[in-house]
């Protein structure tokens, strides 16, 4: 066995996380914890992948269910493409893998919302595949214990770092090996901060510790400017109830709830065109500004509230105060209109 690869797994049976959906190599629980695990803190899953799994135990009950349901059970995560591609991959292994995941990463590529990284996670983990799950934490290990200045932007560097570990995957468990390294990413070898060297099992061969260099690889990636979008958000009621429409099924935050709202500055300009959308509106009263940043722009939103004196109700949803919690998912770009009325 590579000598690095047996410090690391010393290190994780001492030092591995005790996580939720460790307890078993169930493929199914692997799968929900990778997915909400993208883009989201171990923290913050726990609750929700608690929440999940005692609704949908499995990928049967999960790909019965309606998408509504399943994003209602994502609210708050974020990135709400991960939800609906996953009641669509749930739906595709019942028809077309007979309810059983498939066992390779080959197979495992062709599903719904399954990529590269999770894949190879499914696969290690679950079926001890020789798969390397390549991401942020792990390529980080990669770049200091070798000096890399490269970003995981480069498909050669991803490749370099794949067949590395790769290497570590001989006579170990290779599921093992990506734990390990998710672990010691999160937990030493730090993404922002200065790492805990002296707890890391590769402290006497680290060339970026050797040096002091910790925190000069991996290179940074070039940060993007986020657009800026203004937009008028309008909170009303009709017959007491909150005023909701349905985005549209595929983009941004695609087929979640949302309060009325119209891009642009102009207050008559917004009122107009939600005329033309079916709402006649009477008076409005300025409540507040509030931002939502996204990963490559950011909502500048200017909220009114607003009567109503007609209503096409064919195009608008109306929610009492406890559907709106309960029933219809309303994403977090809406949190400060939701508190306004609370
Ligand atoms: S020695 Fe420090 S920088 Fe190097 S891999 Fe370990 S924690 Fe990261």
């Known amino acids: 066995m ?22 078993n190599k169930d493929p199914y629980r692997v799968w929900i914890s990778e997915i909400m695990l993208q883009q989201t803190r171990v923290e913050a899953v726990k609750g929700y992948f608690a929440r ?68 190879s996670a499914i696969a290690s983990i679950c079926y001890g595949d020789k798969q390397v799950a390549v991401d942020g934490n792990l390529y980080r290990v990669f770049a200091r214990l070798n000096a890399r200045e490269k970003t995981l932007l480069d498909t050669k560097e991803r490749e370099t770092c794949m067949r590395y570990f790769q290497n570590w995957m001989e006579n170990a468990d290779p599921g093992i090996i990506n734990q390990a390294l998710m672990d010691l990413g999160e937990l030493v070898c730090l993404p922002g901060g200065v790492p805990h060297c002296l707890q890391c099992p590769f402290v006497n ?3 970026a510790h050797k040096v002091g260099k910790e925190l000069f690889y991996p290179a940074k990636k070039p940060k993007k400017e986020k657009k800026s979008e203004p937009l008028i958000v309008f909170l009303m009621q009709f017959d007491g109830k909150y005023v909701l429409s349905k985005r549209p099924d595929s983009g941004l935050l695609a087929s979640l709830y949302e309060f009325p709202n119209v891009e642009g500055t102009s207050l008559e300009g917004a009122k107009k065109a939600l005329e033309e959308r079916g709402i006649k509106i009477k008076q409005t009263k300025f409540v507040g500004n509030a931002i939502h940043i996204f990963t490559h722009k950011k909502w500048d939103m200017a909220y009114y509230r607003a009567q109503v004196s007609e209503i096409d109700s064919d195009s608008f949803v109306l929610a009492s105060k406890e559907e709106l919690r309960s029933k219809y998912a309303i994403p977090s770009a809406f949190a400060f209109g939701l508190k306004a009325i609370s």
């Open 52 to 119: 999940f799994l005692s609704r949908f135990p499995d990928v049967a009950s999960l790909a019965m269910s309606s998408e509504d349901e399943v994003i209602k059970y994502w609210e708050g995560l974020g990135y709400y493409s991960r939800a609906r591609n996953l009641h669509k991959c749930a739906k595709a292994i019942v028809s077309e893998y007979g309810g059983v995941f498939p066992a390779s990463k080959e197979e495992l590529l062709k599903l719904p919302g399954i990529g590269e990284y999770t894949a």
């Open 205 to 207: 061969e680290c060339k």
């Open 2 to 23: 590579e000598p690095l690869s047996s410090n690391l797994i010393q290190w994780y049976s001492a030092n591995s996380r005790d996580l939720p959906w460790r307890i």
